[in-house]
Structures are given as C-alpha cells and as structure tokens.
T-cell receptor
Framework: AQKVTQAQTEISVVEKEDVTLDCVYETRDTTYYLFWYKQPPSGELVFLIRRNSFDEQNEISGRYSWNFQKSTSSFNFTITASQVVDSAVYFCALSEEVGNQFYFGTGTSLTVIP | DSGVTQTPKHLITATGQRVTLRCSPRSGDLSVYWYQQSLDQGLQFLIQYYNGEERAKGNILERFSAQQFPDLHSELNLSSLELGDSALYFC??????????????FGPGTRLLVL
C-alpha cells in the first residue's frame, strides 16, 4: 500500500492565485517525519520543510504555508500569490520512526500560467 | 546548491553494460542514500550507507550494488543494464547521527539512458 498519497497529479493556476497541494500519509508509527521537496524543470530535488509527528503547529514561510493535521493524516502545502517560478513538481515524503529512508508520493506537477 | 555532488550528469550506454555512478555527500554528512526516479515507479529508495556500512536496503535489484568509501563518497554500480533501468538516479546525504527523520539533501542526479 502507498504510504504517501498525492492525489493531484497536475494542477494549473493563473499567476497570483493561491494553490493547495494535498498530501495524505499512512503509518502505524507514533513518531514519524514529513517532508516536502520541490523538483523544478532543471531536475534537482530541493528541500522545503520537515515536520515531526509531535509538532502540529502550522508553519508559514513567506508565500509558503503548511497545514499538518494528524486527525486526517494530512500534510498539505499552500502557495499564496503563486508565481511562474513556482512551476515544478512537488513531492511529499514520509520517514518513519526507525530508519531514514523516505517514502515519496507520486508528486504533483504545478504549472503557474502568467 | 545542496552541497551534494554527483557525477556524471548524463550517461548513455547499451543494454548489458555496466556503469558506475558517483556521489560526494555534503561536508560532515555520514549517511548517503540512493534513489531511482522513473516514470513508472516514481521516486524509489534503493539503499543507505552510514559511515561506510550498509544501513538499509530498499527496492534495489540484485544487479545493482553500492558502497561507501572511507572518504565517505559513495558509488552505485549498475550491471547487466536493461532498457527499464533508464532513470534519474539521485544521491542524498544527511548528518547520520540524529536517529530517524533526518533531512536529506539531494544531489543534482545522474540521468541514465540505456539504449
């Protein structure tokens, strides 16, 4: 079974619109870690955020914000006032209590139209 | 720039051949991870090394092997290559000393094309 589900395969928005990327995870561990990475067209994977399971505080970093809800096993990512440079594939990942391997979702391809 | 380097950037080879991908972790990082990204399988964890020792194994084929050297760089060896091995291979590194859930920093990847 998929440990991380990103149901949105592709999203297109017009510049300056807000967009939310969904991530649902599955684990039996009480301690776990969630991550978001960005993969721009150039191909590298860029780290955006790390969250542990005991910290449900939402986080805002500039135009980016993250909503972690254990009750729904979700860790959603919102970009406000989207820009063309936000166009990329975004991956959500889970790391469990033991070991450091990442379980990645299938990614959401975001296109921001000028 | 994550500080993780990978060489080569691109590799084109033929079926049945063997290739070696190289990775240098960020300065100070002891753990190295290898991932394969393909259109049909997505991003899959292959293997992890910590300070020269194999730490965890994922969906790594028997035709593939890896090692981490005393200077902490790592190599991923792919042999008897098949068309389906064409993919983007990422190396990542983390400090290795904090237990679970360490942030992994990814290199730019090696794009392998098997013809």
């Amino acid at each position: 079974a998929q440990k991380v589900t990103q149901a949105q395969t592709e999203i297109s928005v017009v510049e300056k619109e807000d967009v939310t990327l969904d991530c649902v995870y599955e684990t039996r561990d009480t301690t776990y870690y969630l991550f978001w990475y960005k993969q721009p067209p150039s191909g590298e994977l860029v780290f955006l955020i790390r969250r542990n399971s005991f910290d449900e505080q939402n986080e805002i970093s500039g135009r980016y914000s993250w909503n972690f809800q254990k009750s729904t096993s979700s860790f959603n990512f919102t970009i406000t006032a989207s820009q063309v440079v936000d166009s990329a594939v975004y991956f959500c990942a889970l790391s469990e209590e033991v070991g450091n391997q990442f379980y990645f979702g299938t990614g959401t391809s975001l296109t921001v139209i000028p | 720039d994550s500080g993780v380097t990978q060489t080569p950037k691109h590799l084109i080879t033929a079926t049945g051949q063997r290739v070696t991908l190289r990775c240098s972790p960020r300065s100070g990082d002891l753990s190295v991870y290898w991932y394969q990204q393909s259109l049909d399988q997505g991003l899959q964890f292959l293997i992890q090394y910590y300070n020269g020792e194999e730490r965890a194994k994922g969906n790594i084929l028997e035709r593939f092997s890896a090692q981490q050297f005393p200077d902490l760089h790592s190599e991923l060896n792919l042999s008897s290559l098949e068309l389906g091995d064409s993919a983007l291979y990422f190396c990542a590194s983390s400090v290795g000393t904090q237990g679970g859930g360490e942030t992994q920093y990814f290199g730019p990847g090696t794009r392998l094309l098997v013809l």
